[in-house]
């Protein structure tokens, strides 16, 4: 979703968030649920790429595995350090303080407070139950999107760009069909990603995928 120097909410970070240093993608609903239920969350990741158009290179090259490898080291180490600390309650205050357990050139930043805001579940929608289906009408809605000025130009012809590369690749019958047409969609997905309906939509049609053989 944010693999992309070009999108929308890459511009929007830039105007109003110019010195942030990474994008954490999923811990907010982690972080939502445990203020829900008054359970303390922490979050742990290892960066793997730059979020600037590279991520396929960085993948090749193995840098995922070596990112969790460093973030698993540091929660295990995060974990040993807390269990001898006393217990305790599921009502009790998070600690004012904080300890930097990290050693080396390890940098740790630390996000700790209240969780403001709701969560908005979106209305169920029926939806597309073979692939063929799903695929057909998505390019009149990107080209909607387009036209109502949601999406860039660059954006948009990328995008464009992936949906014949998925279109293609689920009219052969290659034996890596299936990885050919996930990988187009999940780049699709990613360049929309600042437009929810879109990104959504293209999450249920990468399942969909599953059934290919």
Request: charged content about 20%; hydrophobic content about 40%; proline content about 4%.
């Amino acid at each position: 979703m944010l693999n992309s120097r070009l999108s929308e909410h890459a511009h929007w970070i830039r105007e109003h968030y110019n010195d942030a240093c990474a994008i954490e993608m999923e811990g907010a609903g982690v972080a939502q649920a445990g203020h829900l239920n008054q359970v303390p969350v922490v979050v742990i990741r290892g960066i793997s790429d730059r979020a600037d158009g590279t991520k396929e290179a960085t993948d090749r090259e193995q840098w995922q595995p070596r990112a969790v490898a460093n973030a698993a080291t540091f929660a295990a180490a995060l974990a040993e350090e807390l269990s001898t600390e006393r217990p305790t309650t599921r009502s009790s205050a998070m600690p004012e303080t904080n300890t930097n357990i990290a050693q080396g050139n390890a940098h740790v930043g630390v996000q700790a407070g209240t969780v403001h805001g709701g969560i908005r579940i979106a209305p169920q929608t029926s939806q597309p139950a073979e692939l063929p289906e799903a695929l057909a009408g998505f390019p009149s809605r990107l080209w909607q999107v387009w036209a109502d000025g949601r999406l860039d130009e660059a954006t948009y012809k990328a995008a464009e760009a992936e949906l014949v590369t998925a279109d293609q690749a689920l009219e052969t019958k290659t034996p890596d069909r299936a990885n050919t047409l996930t990988l187009a969609l999940k780049k699709l997905r990613g360049l929309v990603g600042d437009v929810a309906d879109l990104a959504a939509e293209l999450t249920v049609i990468v399942a969909l995928t599953q059934s290919l053989s």
